[in-house]
């Protein structure tokens, strides 16, 4: 069956260091990936987007980086700051054309200052 | 506020009960979507409309659950006779279809307790 993965243990890092984010996937071959970060009690916001045929984004201190085999998605945030606690999700979206996003679990950043 | 709207954002409700949540999505969006989510996991797709055709439904979805979209404009979701496995978070997505590649836009959901 199709199963996304992200690490379930909550991530904790300094200010200023890189967070990555890791998901994976399997019994899937979507044709987007898309991150959204999730604030308590909130709906998740929209962060970026990643094609099957493009291997990295960035936006701002934001990267993604799609290895469709490895069917994994590394996600970093550079220079990072107590604001960008969060819980982060990843989202795959099949070639049908219908938007359905399949999410991961999510994983939560902790940034301590 | 132009976003996606939803009511209410709290509902506590006995086993039983029917329920009715609304989502009211950015205007100009064809797309609306219902994902819910419970707690240390990720929103789980439930149904997908299209202007007003409901195009796709998730097996997650038993027939206590029924959703309309008419006129394409805002959305209500219902659950009959709620049980208390029902309890989570409803998310509403909106979204245009053929613009920037189908990100969605959320609204802060209902959280729904069957007590």
């Known amino acids: 069956s199709q199963k996304i993965e992200q690490n379930s243990e909550a991530l904790n890092i300094q200010e200023g260091k890189t967070a990555t984010l890791t998901c994976n996937y399997t019994?899937?071959?979507?044709?987007?990936l898309q991150w959204y970060r999730q604030d308590p009690g909130r709906g998740p916001v929209f962060l970026l987007l990643i094609r099957e045929n493009e291997k990295e984004k960035r936006k701002e201190r934001l990267k993604v980086t799609f290895d469709t085999t490895l069917k994994q998605s590394l996600f970093h945030i550079t220079a990072s700051q107590p604001a960008d606690s969060a819980t982060y999700l990843c989202a795959l979206e099949g070639s049908s054309n219908t938007g359905k996003l399949i999410f991961g679990q999510g994983t939560t950043l902790q940034v301590k200052p | 506020d132009t976003g996606v709207s939803q009511n209410p954002r709290h509902k506590i409700t006995k086993r039983g009960q029917n329920v009715t949540f609304r989502c009211d999505p950015i205007s100009e969006h064809n797309r609306l979507y219902w994902y819910r989510q419970t707690l240390g996991q990720g929103p789980e797709f439930l149904t997908y409309?299209?202007?007003?055709?409901?195009?796709?439904k998730s097996r997650l979805l038993s027939d206590r659950f029924s959703a309309e979209r008419p006129k394409g404009s805002f959305s209500t979701l219902e659950i009959q006779r709620t049980e208390q496995g029902d309890s989570a978070m409803y998310l509403c997505a909106s979204s245009i279809s053929g613009g920037a590649r189908d990100e969605q836009f959320f609204g802060p959901g209902t959280r729904l307790t069957v007590l």
């Open positions: 409309f299209q202007n007003e055709a409901q195009l796709e």
């Open positions: 019994n899937y071959s979507p044709a987007y």
